[in-house]
């Protein structure tokens, strides 16, 4: 492994620990008593394999050059106001409703009862509410066809720009919103019965209504970026990538970007460019903006690697994050009432979480040349949900296949983006360029001519020949699929040939777990507990499931421990949660016992990261696969490893540990926690 790889290894996991304090609540840790862990926090380089750590902190620092701009000219600066000129190619990004180099042509995303048969255009509304047909986005109300997102349609409904109003000019009223079937008619508009819908069109669009009284008798969810309060009637801050770096606006996490300033993050910027940042009238930016337009682009002393984040088309990124109609979902925090910030509990958003803490980090550079990494930022996971089949776009290229066909030609599309605009990629060979890949299965999909980069991902299956394993017939990468105009040639030819991860270049991250799903954890100084079980899971163990779900592992370890009934004779604790403890009592059960197993559900599976949380030694049954910086960490010291021909001899294998082994084993888990989870 190369120096610098082992540097970039470094910034990511030093990254993945880099949510800030207050938002973990660690300035809080001592309050709660006595911990496990009472010597806090471990070092950076605590339990780590080799001395790759310690020698990315001694190297030495260098003075960066300061990054000069690129004055490309788009054929509309402007961008017909709904977009923002790239400098650095002349071409502009177009937010949601728009494409084309000047984003002057429309690409619609209309709210539609029905998915295409054939051709490339979405599909339209229904003709009269009588008409069958479901997808999630179909509306009885007014449709923002940009995003596919129902609003009413009455006194309290959205009321769209008037006639010949300029391209990007906002509502005349937003309206509240009406997603779902739970908001949608379960009669039409004649008073017969449609399966569409559930509710009372009388608590819709009655005088009382959603749609018509100011304080209604019965309330839709209010889910959609930019509102709050019991109405969806109170403004929030949108959600963006750094908050447009305070030079933006915005939009449903589009960022419109003032004047000289473009890209993902509104970071780039045009000679001459006022840097000056003002957030005096709005200071709930402060705690998740970082100027990264200034400290990015001037000379400076700093330390390798640096790296570049490509602003690819918003397509592959900040256009899911507008296509979704949830706040909760896709991107890992949102504003909440009175602009308060909330961390989600979605543990597929590390993908624009990690793109935002590059964006932010002081190894970010703006100036490719200087660059030793290039980062892709590609939101699969955000697409896969909620965005796949939500209405009749976007495809890659029809309403039809297994989702990972997209997404695998999703990232082919944007690898083909970076070859034909820029010349980074041919330098070499894309052997200095990042992906992240998560989702069940992790890159066992991704394709082959990606293959060189680096991949960082949640699943470190090893295998070269290998077939998908997944139980979700949508997420199956061995799939065929083939259709005479979406998939002539089928799809799985682009992805062969190569093992789902290579330990050499490549990366297994931890997932997601919010804030408030570690809130007992002795990681923040919680009271340690007894440690009363021997083994712990909870979780789907497979019932109504595919045989190859978990590898079989989860069923055969659920099957033992009920025939031999392990929880009373050895006090271990393994089933579905009415067997194995309710939500509430999940943290609880795993702080209570002394190992807690690590198995694979349809793919990766964050029960590594649910037991180091929480101090319980993982238990990993899963062969030929690598745990979570299995690369970067020594598992041995805080671990125990068991193959999954001596599932029987769970018991006998884990009560052989003597005390002082399972202590040995603790202090190493002290040691690993903090590099080895991410929240």
């Given at each position: 492994m190369n120096l610098w790889l082992i540097c970039l290894f470094n910034v990511v996991v030093g990254l993945l620990l880099a949510m800030p304090e207050r938002v973990l609540g660690l300035e809080h840790a001592e309050s709660h008593g006595a911990s496990e862990f009472s010597g806090g926090l471990p070092d950076m380089c605590a339990g780590t394999l080799g001395t790759w750590c310690q020698d990315y902190?001694?190297?030495?620092?260098?003075?960066?050059?300061?990054?000069?701009?690129?004055?490309?000219?788009?054929?509309?600066?402007?961008?017909?106001?709904?977009?923002?000129?790239?400098?650095?190619?002349?071409?502009c990004d177009?937010?949601?409703?728009?494409?084309?180099?000047?984003?002057?042509?429309?690409?619609?995303?209309?709210?539609?009862?029905?998915?295409?048969?054939?051709?490339?255009?979405?599909?339209?509304?229904?003709?009269?509410?009588?008409?069958p047909?479901?997808?999630?986005?179909?509306?009885?109300?007014?449709?923002?066809?940009?995003?596919?997102?129902?609003?009413?349609?009455?006194?309290?409904?959205?009321?769209?720009?008037?006639?010949?109003?300029?391209?990007?000019?906002?509502?005349?009223?937003?309206?509240?919103?009406?997603?779902?079937?739970?908001?949608?008619?379960?009669?039409?508009?004649?008073?017969?019965?449609?399966?569409?819908?559930?509710?009372?069109?009388?608590l819709l669009f009655g005088a009382n209504g959603w749609c018509e009284a100011k304080q209604p008798q019965w309330q839709c969810p209010c889910v959609i970026e930019g509102r709050t309060g019991p109405t969806c009637d109170d403004p929030a801050e949108h959600t963006c990538n750094n908050q447009c770096s305070g030079h933006g606006r915005c939009n449903f996490g589009f960022c419109m970007c003032d004047e000289g300033f473009y890209g993902h993050d509104c970071a780039r910027h045009v000679a001459g460019a006022d840097?000056?940042?003002?957030?005096?009238?709005?200071?709930?930016?402060?705690?998740?903006?970082?100027?990264?337009?200034?400290?990015?682009?001037?000379?400076q002393t700093r330390l390798r690697p640096l790296i570049y984040i490509y602003d690819l088309p918003s397509i592959y990124n900040t256009r899911m994050v507008e296509y979704r109609v949830n706040k909760g979902i896709c991107f890992w925090r949102s504003f909440v009432e009175g602009n308060g910030t909330s961390i989600t509990q979605w543990t597929?958003?590390?993908?624009?979480?990690?793109?935002?803490?590059?964006?932010?980090?002081?190894?970010?550079?703006?100036?490719?040349?200087?660059a030793d990494f290039f980062y892709v930022p590609v939101y699969t996971s955000c697409f896969m949900h909620p965005i796949f089949m939500w209405a009749d776009a976007p495809f890659w290229y029809g309403p039809d296949g297994p989702r990972v066909m997209h997404t695998a030609r999703m990232l082919l599309e944007a690898k083909q983006w970076l070859q034909t605009h820029l010349p980074y990629w041919n330098r070499k060979g894309g052997k200095d360029h990042v992906w992240l890949v998560t989702h069940d299965e992790g890159s066992c999909?991704?394709?082959?001519?990606?293959?060189?980069?680096?991949?960082?991902?949640?699943?470190?299956?090893?295998?070269?020949?290998?077939?998908?394993?997944?139980?979700?017939?949508?997420?199956?990468?061995?799939?065929?699929y083939v259709h005479p105009e979406w998939s002539p040639n089928g799809w799985t030819n682009i992805i062969k040939g190569h093992a789902c991860y290579d330990p050499d270049k490549d990366l297994i991250i931890p997932s997601f777990l919010?804030?408030?799903?570690?809130?007992?954890?002795?990681?923040?100084?919680?009271?340690?507990?007894?440690?009363?079980?021997?083994?712990?899971?909870?979780?789907?163990?497979?019932?109504?499931?595919?045989?190859?779900?978990?590898?079989?592992?989860?069923?055969?370890?659920?099957?033992l421990s009920q025939h031999h009934r392990w929880r009373d004779h050895h006090s271990i604790v393994i089933g579905p949660p009415e067997e194995a403890g309710q939500d509430g009592e999940y943290a609880v059960m795993l702080s209570s016992s002394r190992f807690c197993l690590v198995v694979p559900g349809?793919?990766?599976?964050?029960?590594?990261?649910?037991?180091?949380?929480?101090?319980?030694?993982?238990?990993?049954?899963?062969?030929?696969?690598?745990?979570?910086?299995?690369?970067?960490?020594?598992?041995?010291?805080?671990s125990v490893r068991i193959a999954e021909d001596d599932l029987e001899h769970l018991p006998k294998i884990l009560k052989a540990i003597s005390q002082q082994q399972l202590e040995t084993l603790q202090h190493g888990l002290s040691h690993s926690q903090q590099q080895s989870v991410l929240v």
């Open positions: 902190q001694a190297q030495k620092p260098f003075m960066s050059k300061a990054w000069s701009s690129s004055d490309w000219r788009c054929s509309d600066e402007n961008c017909n106001n709904v977009g923002n000129c790239n400098r650095d190619i002349g071409i177009c937010m949601a409703g728009w494409t084309g180099d000047d984003c002057k042509t429309r690409q619609l995303r209309p709210c539609t009862n029905k998915h295409r048969k054939s051709g490339f255009q979405p599909q339209g509304p229904p003709q009269n509410s009588s008409e047909g479901w997808t999630a986005s179909r509306c009885a109300g007014v449709c923002d066809d940009d995003r596919a997102i129902c609003y009413c349609n009455g006194t309290l409904g959205r009321i769209p720009p008037a006639p010949g109003s300029p391209p990007g000019t906002p509502p005349l009223q937003l309206g509240r919103p009406m997603v779902l079937e739970e908001c949608n008619p379960n009669k039409d508009d004649f008073g017969n019965p449609v399966a569409h819908g559930q509710r009372d069109p009388e840097l000056k940042l003002d957030l005096s009238q709005r200071p709930w930016l402060r705690d998740v903006t970082s100027d990264a337009a200034v400290e990015a682009s001037r000379a597929y958003s590390i993908a624009p979480l990690l793109h935002e803490h590059l964006l932010q980090s002081p190894h970010r550079t703006l100036d490719p040349e200087q999909w991704v394709p082959s001519e990606i293959r060189p980069s680096i991949i960082l991902s949640h699943w470190g299956r090893r295998d070269v020949k290998h077939v998908s394993n997944t139980a979700f017939p949508a997420d199956n990468y061995s799939s065929e919010g804030p408030s799903y570690i809130k007992q954890s002795p990681l923040l100084g919680f009271p340690a507990r007894e440690r009363k079980h021997l083994l712990f899971f909870r979780g789907n163990m497979g019932r109504g499931r595919a045989p190859h779900y978990s590898r079989g592992i989860r069923q055969r370890l659920h099957h349809d793919g990766f599976s964050p029960r590594a990261e649910d037991a180091i949380l929480h101090g319980c030694v993982p238990v990993v049954i899963m062969d030929n696969v690598d745990p979570v910086f299995a690369t970067a960490l020594d598992w041995r010291n805080f």
